[in-house]
């Protein structure tokens, strides 16, 4: 349940960030980034942690996993391992 509701409210808010045209034309520019951000905290959410917990399991502080999950750190892959591993999931990286 509380993943659909916090995934309920993240949808709502989505949408409602990008009726504004600013706002819209960024996150088109930025795709791929907004893409890995928003399956973070997809995969987050449905594991039932919150940013403390997913900070702690890859042993770093709560402002870290906020900082990636507003699009305002740009982090290595190394840390993004980390997070992968924390949500019992894989990385992927490719160019196409």
């Not at 819209?24 to 917990?53: C, D, M, P, S, W």
């Given at each position: 349940?509380?993943?659909?509701?916090?995934?309920?409210?993240?949808?709502?808010?989505?949408?409602?960030?990008?009726?504004?045209?600013?706002?819209?034309?960024?996150?088109?520019?930025?795709?791929?980034?907004?893409?890995?951000?928003?399956?973070?905290?997809?995969?987050?959410?449905?594991?039932?942690?919150?940013?403390?917990?997913?900070a702690n399991k890859i042993g770093t502080k709560q402002s870290s996993i906020a900082r990636l999950e507003s699009g305002n750190y740009n982090?290595?892959?190394?840390?993004?391992?980390?997070?992968?591993?924390?949500?019992?999931?894989?990385?992927?990286?490719?160019?196409?």
């Amino acid at each position: 349940m509380l993943y659909y509701q916090s995934m309920k409210s993240y949808t709502k808010i989505k949408e409602q960030l990008l009726k504004d045209k600013a706002t819209h034309k960024a996150y088109q520019e930025l795709g791929t980034e907004f893409a890995l951000v928003q399956n973070i905290i997809e995969k987050r959410l449905a594991k039932g942690y919150t940013q403390a917990k997913l900070a702690n399991k890859i042993g770093t502080k709560q402002s870290s996993i906020a900082r990636l999950e507003s699009g305002n750190y740009n982090p290595s892959l190394a840390f993004l391992e980390r997070i992968a591993k924390a949500l019992d999931t894989q990385l992927t990286v490719s160019l196409s």
